[in-house]
């Protein structure tokens, strides 16, 4: 069965530190893949996404992630992060080409960002 | 991004009880919903799936006739807790697509449902 691993469950981090989160997937076929993040008390954001191109692909926020299709791989990565950055983060993938297949997401990461 | 509307946001039910929630897609046609709940710091699980007009596909593990999905129009799909109990107290989400190649589903503001 397909499935999403983050390994990062609760990450800790000062400002301005540079940040990269984990996330593997299970699926040997086509995939699209996504970032989002749940502020407290608010809605799934999306963050970033891929669909196919360039690996390297930057979202909102400064953020960026970096498919890697030999490790099954989308981590997250932020160069510097900031205290607003406190948040839950979802890798999700979406099995097949149509946005109609199913998205299975990850177990997710809390971040908290020390002041 | 396209925008998906979620009703109630919060509702308090008593045991035995039927809630309904519903999915709108305010800008765009979803031939697609997906169902989710989201236990307290955890992540989303994938109840259904609901394409429009036809019958909920249900994940493992999901009693469909406990959480009944209806997706009757291109732009509403509803989740109906039967006979609701204490257990079913959960955050639920809903998210909608268009079904096309290579765009990505949006995601409503969830449903906080308690069962008292």
Known sequence: ?115 | GAVVSQHPSRVICKSGTSVKIECRSLDFQATTMFWYRQFPKQSLMLMATSNEGSKATYEQGVEKDKFLINHASLTLSTLTVTSAHPEDSSFYICSATTGAVNTEAFFGQGTRLTVV
């Open chain 1, 1 to 115: 069965a397909q499935s999403v691993s983050q390994h990062n469950h609760h990450v800790i981090l000062s400002e301005a530190a540079s940040l990269e989160l984990g996330c593997n997937y299970s699926y040997g076929g086509t995939v699209n893949l996504f970032w989002y993040v749940q502020y407290p008390g608010q809605h799934l954001q999306l963050l970033l996404k891929y669909f196919s191109g360039d690996p390297l692909v930057k979202g909102i926020k400064g953020f960026e992630a970096e498919f890697i299709k030999s490790k099954f791989s989308f981590n997250l990565r932020k160069p510097s992060v900031q205290w607003s950055d406190t948040a839950e983060y979802f890798c999700a993938v979406n099995v097949g080409y149509s946005s109609a297949s199913k998205i299975i997401f990850g177990s997710g990461t809390r971040l908290s960002i020390r002041p």
